[in-house]
């Protein structure tokens, strides 16, 4: 690190000389090449951003230098009074729109020049961009990386600043900063600091945000070594003072809240996850052990364990906010015991004891702290910026809650509104430095970089030039993007469908594995995507720049347009999880299944393994074997979980179409509209999450006109085509390149009563791509072990089987009906016990048993009544 730590510090020196003499400076100035201030003069002079002053100046200053050959400190000065004096006729050359913004451009009371007042605050972009830039962060970005490995302190992030200055006023040093990850910023924390400016300083310093902090000296280094070795002094010292602080954390008490009024009752907080496999999270030394246990990548940015590694080292006496959504606050704790892994549950074994000391809800409007759409991050448990702003919201409301805070120590620091100085100031430097969030649209080429294949907290690139090196379209763009601006993730074709929500890590940059990029934080998943259809019909949206043209990679939304998407996303991601909730979802298996039916076990399970190798199945048999009953037994079988939210169910019938399975037009507003069927939008759903299983269950398959429902999937659905090697062009495609193929985690089972005479014989092409499996009625050993746990006694138990098999026995040896007209056990068997199992019996027999064999045997009564009689039991 020697070279990079060098490369740096030279730089600081050369800009440090020019700060203190400026005539170094402008003498420098004056010999830059005609490419150099060509290049400042068309980013600095160009209306594709917001018009500011200093902006002005410099493309004044590089258009004076082409045009004249030098400039002084006087000519500047006199540039900025023509800027100040708004003399528009002076400034030539420059489109309409840079012009009228100009004119329109509202001073306030300070100076518009006031945080411009050295000359390297104005003219540093001359010098630092370019390759010494790129070279610059790529450096700082090793160093601090490779002080985070020397240190050994993995669970620490780095924050690193470059010439441009954390406001990009300019700065003759640039810094970096390492501090814990269970810190959301810096600024919380206590840092191994190292600042390189004319001297390279290092120190302990505690970020803004820690109150009473504790001071450590500078020391003066000259190498990395040394550096290091400091550090090594003192890193115990500052693991020690950082777990001391208190932390804030917002915590989900379950999809949509719904553990909360549970998890509040028994004064605990617990996360699931059992997805992950990975057991008591205390026999893992790092985060890193975390990720390799849960079978990802050493260096995963995984939002799941890295949420579980929040919640198992928070401290004791740490806040955590119970939330639901992004903006609703729902309650306030402390943590009060260390990590437990409870074994005693199925779900939520992750918990900490939590004294709950508020339940009062805070509902909060979007932007009422400024820069804050949203309070909280969409995940499980993570670091919490806002608490200071979010506790004194509490107070402003409770009055009574400054008590209760005050006993747990929990300090309220109130949020004051500025004076109009500051104010000014404030407002000042966000016009300079515009610190307001811009919204984005990112295409995403699922060939090439698919949304689906990545987490909630990971943290993604994308390139700004295509394979060849050329700049990708609208390349002012990238350019323009910054930390902490939003981003709608979607993946254009074949795939055409809102997936994401990211958040800006940071703007364009140099690495050395990609190259030019940008960095982003996937923020949020949706759990059922958004078509590109349903977009193009909003009237909200019908100026959108990436629906007026979509070929490019990166586009500008309004803050109007990204609220009518994200409003989408919410309401999309709120229906999955209200979905998720009513699932009630519990661990599964067949043998422990009180209700299973009448199947035995080793037969059932050559039925779950035909289906996972075949894809599609059909049940077939008589009216009342359960076969839906057993459809779904047999998904909860192989999810290994009771889930009904990735089953799907419905029913053919003769008027059902490709229309309604499929895709179809619908009217709309505009005219007509093309409308997703439900299977073409579970299958997406399945689509966007590869590593789950899901399972579409037909009713009364047959009952339909099967080659006109399915159209062109009946080639798709055959468990070797499942793959984008065999995507096709549907019947509703919007353009050539939309194409739908069948992914492999979709599973068809069908049913079918093998005793209705209006039925056609199943399409022979349909017919091949499933496998068939009968269900009989079954009155032995089970069923009769069933009746006893309904009440229904022994004898009588005993009696009912075998005058009904006596029944399903004529059925069967009748030569115009055969075994798919038997009576199915079903009909016998009841949801609540039974306290009069005649009356019981009868009314079975009198309702729902003889209008059967009325239906049977239509053109023989007296068989029927033979029959009845037959069912008679004394």
């Known amino acids: 690190m020697e070279k990079q730590l060098s490369y740096i510090h030279d730089l600081a020196k050369t800009y440090d000389s020019y700060n203190e003499d400026p005539s170094k400076l402008i003498d420098d100035l004056n010999q830059l090449s005609e490419q150099d201030l060509a290049e400042v003069k068309e980013k600095y002079g160009s209306s594709n951003d917001r018009f500011k002053p200093v902006n002005l100046l410099r493309a004044e200053i590089a258009k004076k230098l082409l045009a004249e050959g030098a400039v002084n400190e006087e000519s500047i000065e006199e540039i900025k009074e023509n800027i100040r004096a708004k003399k528009v006729d002076l400034f030539k050359g420059y489109d309409e729109k840079y012009i009228q913004e100009f004119q329109a451009y509202e001073y306030k009371k300070r100076d518009v020049f006031a945080n411009w007042q050295r000359l390297w605050t104005v003219l540093h972009p001359f010098f630092f961009k370019g390759t010494i830039r790129e070279t610059t962060n790529i450096y700082l970005e090793q160093i601090a990386s490779t002080l985070r490995e020397d240190l050994e302190v993995i669970d620490y992030d780095y924050h690193t600043v470059d010439f441009y200055g954390s406001n990009n006023f300019g700065d003759i040093r640039s810094w970096i900063a390492l501090y814990p990850k269970v810190k959301e910023s810096h600024k919380n924390a206590y840092q191994f600091f190292m600042t390189i400016g004319a001297n390279i300083d290092i120190s302990v310093v505690a970020g803004s945000e820690v109150r009473e902090p504790k001071k450590f000296e500078f020391k003066k280094v000259d190498s990395y070594q040394d550096a290091l070795s400091y550090f090594q002094s003192v890193k115990e010292e500052v693991i020690t003072i950082n777990k001391g602080l208190k932390n804030f954390f917002k915590f989900a008490p379950g999809p949509q809240a719904a553990e909360w009024e549970t998890f509040r009752s028994q004064n605990i907080a617990a996360l699931d996850f059992s997805e992950l496999e990975v057991g008591d999270i205390s026999q893992y030394g790092s985060l890193a052990e ?188 990238f350019e323009a993007v910054k930390p ?53 019909d909003i009237k909200g949206l019908i100026e959108c720049e990436v629906l007026i043209n979509n070929q490019g990679s990166l586009f500008k939304l309004t803050e109007d347009e990204f609220d009518i998407i994200r409003d989408l996303v919410d309401s999309r991601n709120i229906e999955y999880e209200k979905k ?33 190798r075949k894809k599609n199945i059909i049940l077939q048999g008589p009216p009342g074997v359960g076969k839906t009953f057993v459809a779904k037994r047999i998904a909860y079988e192989i999810m290994k979980e009771a889930n009904d939210s990735q089953i799907e169910m419905v029913q053919f019938h003769q008027s059902y179409a490709y229309e309604d399975f499929i895709q179809g037009l619908r009217p709309s507003t505009s005219g007509f509209k093309r409308k997703n069927g439900i299977f073409y939008s579970f299958a997406k759903q399945a689509h966007a999450h ?64 093998t005793a209705d005479r209006s039925l056609s014989i199943v399409d022979y092409a349909l017919r091949r791509r499933f496998s068939f499996i009968s269900l009989k009625p079954n009155f032995g050993e089970v069923f009769l072990e069933f009746l006893k746990s ?85």
């Open 580 to 612: 998720q909730v009513g699932a009630k979802k519990k661990a599964y298996t067949y043998e422990e299944d009180a209700d299973k039916p009448f199947i035995p076990i080793d037969e059932f399970h050559s039925i779950t393994q035909l289906l996972l």
């Open 484 to 536: 902490g601006d939003l981003m709608i993730g979607y993946e254009s074709s074949p795939v055409k469908q809102v997936k994401a929500l990211f958040q800006i890590t940071k703007g364009l940059h140099t690495t050395q594995e990609e190259g030019e990029v940008i960095e982003f934080e996937l923020l949020e998943k949706l759990e059922i995507p958004i078509d590109w259809s349903e977009l193009i």
């Open 790 to 874: 309904k009440n229904v006694s022994p004898d009588f138990g005993k009696k009912l089987s075998q005058a009904l098999e006596g029944v399903n026995k004529s059925i069967r040896e009748d030569d115009n009906l055969g075994d798919g007209f038997q009576i199915g056990h079903s009909y016998f068997c009841p949801s609540e016990n039974i306290t009069n199992e005649q009356e019981w019996f009868q009314s079975i027999i009198r309702f729902e048993i003889h209008p059967l064999l009325d239906e049977i045997w239509f053109d023989d009564s007296d068989q029927v009544s033979k029959m009845l009689s037959a069912l008679t039991i004394a």
């Open 290 to 477: 975390l990720n390799v246990a849960a079978g990802l990548p050493e260096d995963s940015q995984s939002n799941k364990t890295w949420n579980l590694w929040h919640f198992f080292n928070a401290n004791k006496g740490d806040v955590l906010f119970a939330t639901r959504g992004v903006s609703t606050c729902l309650g306030v704790g402390v943590i009060d015991s260390k990590y437990e892994y409870n074994t005693s549950t199925d779900s939520y074994r992750h918990t900490r004891e939590v004294k709950w000391i508020v339940d009062k809800v805070y509902q909060y409007k979007s932007n009422d702290l400024k820069g804050y759409k949203n309070l909280f991050r969409p995940d499980t448990f993570s670091p919490v910026l806002i608490s200071d702003f979010l506790l004194s919201e509490y107070v402003r409301l409770y009055p009574e809650l400054t008590t209760v805070f005050a006993k747990d120590k929990i300090e309220v620091k109130p949020i004051t509104k500025a004076s109009e100085k500051a104010k000014e100031e404030v407002d000042e430097i966000e016009e300079e430095v515009g610190e307001e969030a811009s919204f984005w649209w990112l295409n995403a080429n699922p060939k090439m970089w698919s949304i689906t294949s990545h987490n909630v907290g990971d943290v993604q690139t994308y390139t700004s030039r295509n394979e060849r090196g050329n700049k990708r379209r609208i390349y002012k763009h």
């Open 690 to 753: 590869p590593d789950r299983k899901f399972f579409f269950i037909i009713d009364e398959i047959n009952r339909g006109n099967l080659s006109k429902i399915f159209g062109e999937l009946m080639m798709l659905i055959e468990h070797d085509k499942r793959s984008s090697n065999n995507a096709i062009k549907l019947t509703y495609a919007e353009d050539e390149e939309e194409s739908f193929y069948l992914p492999e985690n979709l599973y068809l089972i069908g049913t079918m009563n």
